[in-house]
């Protein structure tokens, strides 16, 4: 009786219309939230400072877009660059790329930022550093440090997007006589592209997300603002709303015009178009339009000049000198690519060898266990800190979010609006925000709605698996929906009910397709246990911090050490997700540029 | 469907509990349980820190459990940051908080200050013999640390001398703004001046205070909002701790003359008759 009700859309949504009216009617009138609000430090001139203290919010609003901006540039560039590396049939190159790749991929943003910011500038000459540092170097250093982390996803994301294009399609092409270059720009890249658009465009969301944590190195931009705005009326509650209002439009925009772009490149008959297809074909006419035009002058002008099968003498002769060219030119560059590289390791080699080795044996107890098992007795665990804090929270993390990302994602999938709506809102606005956002929202919140106070280390863990639940449950969604809806209607049609068709058909094969999805998820979290330092918590970062803030002079020492320790963790996990992947691939062939 | 409305239900009533079991006056719980929360840094030499032998110790340390034992309770210590503090305060995770906050007007909207304990200037901290007055700091970069007031005392003095557009960098933390002092990235640095004092101690003979104090600042205890009973508690516990010597003690030893932060005591802490 009550479940043919509710199969009602009208009856979904008035339920969904109930409960948002409760909860708004107690929180607005019934809760005490033991805080008194006040807003008007967004719009009004604050006496004790004398400025109107939202403007700050807007200047460091225009900063985030502009470092979003620039780093995603240097980031695709980069991104397409290595990506392309990690498939070159010549070695050094093939294993510069894949370590470029997975050393930025594994250790985490916050790290390397630290590294551009204040450790680089000491290894170089004096007039290069004096020159930096009259440029804006907070920018410039974000701003790289940025574009050079996201580019290693970029390139993963690339790779993996050219690897999927047909071996067929490839030799299709070879036999017509295409060269490899003609190959890789009219064939592979524009396939792979229009593969690849949806990962690579939540890359720029990403991108844009973790441009929050450019204000550990002195970037006043929008996390920055909100912070300050807190720090000097101690009206927390009102800027980090502000700040994630801001932010969560950011995402929309972005994830808007992703969804235009995405319109855009399918390839629909032109008489199914639907509106939305329609808008995006008209908004990126003007974009396309005059690149149309070249292309279209150029391959009349090229017809004109084609090769004939009868070279005379001369013609011939300029061919193979060209040729010959040609090798010489791939010779020298790889001869100068081997020597920078030599020159690459040597310095490094050089560097560390300089390192007071003392320090790191004397503290790599401290790194790894902080004081463990002489801590206060109102510490938690024992007084554990360090790497094992980090790792433990992402354990705690992983498996609590598993579960959630699995309900939610298959609520994201299901029809009913009351599963629907609650699920898609909870995804949007968790992925909308930075990760250290979350972090603050549920470090404050938390004490207020229930009235209990945790530890900074229950907090930070509570919102890593929140915030890992919602990406999580994105990925089951497109697990699910990668299925061939014929799996479901045949499972239904046996007799199964929709939680049994899910549970023994659906999920098991799904889960099968994103076990390395799921993987390298938990590979971010394990790296963004390192923000929990802004409320203090106890991880390797934050102890790091503490032991760079005591011995003051051994910066590059510790932070490498903390660096390699993140990597070696990161890197095992990658390993286990790369022979996931190769296990559960249906081809196993490798294709070389 | 009519579960999920039950647990919703149920969820919301036990929200209301927690709600009502939330309020109460600070000064009577701590007397009822006999612990008082106290909020200290961890990251601020001298003031609180964690030392080699990770021991949680400082200026602010030794204040804080002075109070608890005169006020006869036992004592709690919660990490705090210049970023939880005040959250802590205000949702009652901690009963006060001792953690170098200057005292504003603005800031007293939120919670509540004790009077001063503690009495601070800003200086400016450079490298040796390149700068004497505060007038050659026109025109350079200057390090200072977000959530602190220090900024825009570092930004009104540049422009009073006549800076147009100043220079000024914020960091997270004060080990950041000492490494960018150290590699160059920033002319000078500056906050209060213990702090300053504290990491020029570090590595003696490189960096020096420049000019006079450019602004005051007054620390004072922070207390969660109208709790009269609690704030007379703490302010008269600081008198008397001045009147009878004790102050003086834990002064000395963390910014006396035999420390490596020498900070002459100038100012006395206000006396009521």
Known sequence: MINRYLEKTWVQYLCLATVTAILVYYFGWVFDFGYKFDWSVLYKEDPSYGEVLGGMLVTGLNLTVSISLMSSAIALGLGILFGLGRLSQFKPVYYFSTCYVEFFRN????????????????????????????????????????????????????????????KGLLEASYSSGLTPFQTLTKIVLPLAFRAIIPPLGSEFLNNMKNSSLAMVVGVPELCWASQQIEGMTFKGFEATTAATVVYLSLSLTIAGLLTLVNWKLQIVPVKDRTMGHKFAHLLFWPFEAPFAFVAKMHRRMKRKRQDDFNLSRAQAARKAFLAKLSKVFGFIWKATFLICLAFLLFSAVYGISKFNFQVIADNIGTLLWWRFPQGDP?????????LSFSIIMSVIAISVSFFIGLIVGVGRTSKNKLFLIPSTLYIELIRGNPLIMVIFWIYFFIPILTGHFLNVFWSATIALTVFTGAYLAEIVRSGIQNLPPGQFEAAVSTGLTYWQAM????????????????????????KDTSLAFVIGVLELTFVAQGLNNRL????????????FLYFICCYLMSLVARRLERKLSTETFRLQM | ??????????????????????????????????????????????????????????????????????????IDQVPVSNKTRIGFLQQGRIDISVS???????????????????????????????????????????????????????????????????????????????????????????TDSTILLGYSAQVPGKYELVGDFFSNEPYGIGLVEDDSKLRDTVNFTLQDM????????????????DTKYYFPLTEKIEMWP
């Open chain 1, 552 to 563: 003051m002079v051994y910066p590059f020492e510790i932070y490498t050490t903390v660096a």
């Open chain 2, 100 to 190: 170098n906050m200057t005292h504003k007007r603005s800031r007293d909207n939120s919670i509540d200050f004790s009077i001063t304990y503690f009495f601070d200037g800003q200086k400016m901290l450079a490298p040796k013999g390149k700068f004497s007055t505060l007038k050659d700091f026109v025109g350079k970069r200057v390090a200072v640390m977000q959530g602190t007031t220090s900024e825009l005392n570092v930004k009104n003095l540049l422009k009073e001398l006549g800076d147009a557009a100043p220079k000024v960098i914020s960091y997270q933390k004060e080990s950041e703004c000492f490494q960018a002092l150290q590699m160059g990235r920033v002319d000078a640095w500056s």
């Open chain 1, 378 to 386: 109102n510490e938690i665990l024992w007084g554990l800190g360090g």
């Open chain 1, 503 to 526: 549970r023994k058909i659906i999920l098991p094969q799904a889960l099968k397709q994103m076990l390395p999805a799921i993987v390298g998820q938990f590979i971010a979290i394990f």
């Open chain 2, 242 to 257: 001045w009147k009878d010597g004790s102050y003086e003690k834990i002064y000395n030893k963390w910014y006396g003359p």
């Open chain 1, 107 to 166: 250790t985490p943003l916050l790290v390397q930022l630290f590294f551009w910011y204040f450790a680089l500038p000491m290894g170089l000459p004096e007039g290069i550093r004096n020159f930096l540092f009259d440029q804006n170097f907070e920018m410039l250093a974000a701003t790289v440090g940025l574009g050079i982390y996201t580019s290693s996803f970029m390139a993963e994301v690339i790779r993996a997007g050219i690897q999927s294009i047909p």
């Open chain 2, 1 to 74: 469907m009519k579960r999920f409305m039950i647990l919703a239900l149920a969820a919301a009533l036990v929200m209301a509990f927690a709600a009502t079991a939330f309020a109460g006056a600070t000064y009577d719980r701590i007397m009822k349980d006999k612990v008082i929360r106290v909020g200290i840094m961890t990251d601020s030499i001298p003031g609180a820190f964690y030392n080699a032998k990770k021991e949680w110790v400082g200026f602010d340390v030794d204040i804080a459990n002075e109070i608890a034992k005169r006020m006869g309770v036992k």
